[in-house]
């Protein structure tokens, strides 16, 4: 019998209010850096403006990309790190309108918005 011992996906740390509160406010000033907006708007300019599907298929990896230099200041690294952090903060949403606001940037960007 042969077995395969799967490597255990990586510990992501527990982020608090506001943690999160300050990882939201990083990520969205991320894209403010001219040139990540320079990255998003010109990947956005190559799509086709009736496929919205397309143009998310495009900007996930920006996205991804971006996020990750700031997520990883909270020790989120490696594969699935950035969504590990994504949905951490977002269980705040609900009770934290500041956080659900940034949310809500963060998922427009997504979309090319």
Known sequence: VIRIMATPPP????LTLD?????LSEAIAAFEIP????RMESAIAGCDPTNPMAKMQVLIPIVQE??????A?????GPGAVMAATMQINMFAPQDPEIANGVRMLAAKLSGN
């Open 35 to 38: 040139e990540n907006k320079e």
């Open 11 to 14: 510990a992501f740390p527990t």
């Open 73 to 77: 200041k909270y020790k989120f690294e």
């Open 66 to 71: 971006i996020q990750a230099s700031v997520m």
């Open 19 to 23: 943690e999160a509160k300050a990882a």
